[in-house]
Nanobody, 123 residues
């Protein structure tokens, strides 16, 4: 088990920024790929970005390229999602998830999930 806790969500105006954090409580995340997913009302959950265990490999969905940045601090067992130039269409519940020992962008391979944090972008 890897308990993941997201924080940093909230309400922001379009064009603003937020930083989400995903912290692993009591467990190291150094062997896990961490992904940030989001689910908007009435839509399927989608992978937004992911970072490999060592931080050398990243993935970004086209919709967030150039605006979002994922980073990790393995000493703190925390992964960050820096979101800039936010748009109303970024409004969603954001989840972080962990995939053990592999690099993957396939949702079903992420076996540990946080509870989610709401991000709302007003126009």
């Amino acid at each position: 088990q890897v308990p993941l806790v997201e924080s940093g969500g909230g309400l922001v105006q379009a064009g603003g920024s937020l930083r989400l954090s995903c912290a692993a409580s009591g467990r190291t995340t150094t062997t896990y790929t961490i992904g940030w997913f989001r689910q908007a009302p009435g839509k399927e959950r989608e992978l937004v970005t992911a970072i490999s265990s060592g931080g050398s490999t990243n993935y970004y969905a086209d919709s967030v390229k150039g605006r979002f940045t994922i980073s990790r601090d393995n000493a703190k067992n925390t992964v960050y999602l820096h979101m800039n130039s936010l748009k109303p269409e970024d409004t969603a519940v954001y989840y972080c998830a962990a995939a053990a020992f592999i690099w993957t962008t396939e949702e079903y391979k992420y076996t540990f999930w946080g509870q989610g944090t709401q991000v709302t972008v007003s126009s």
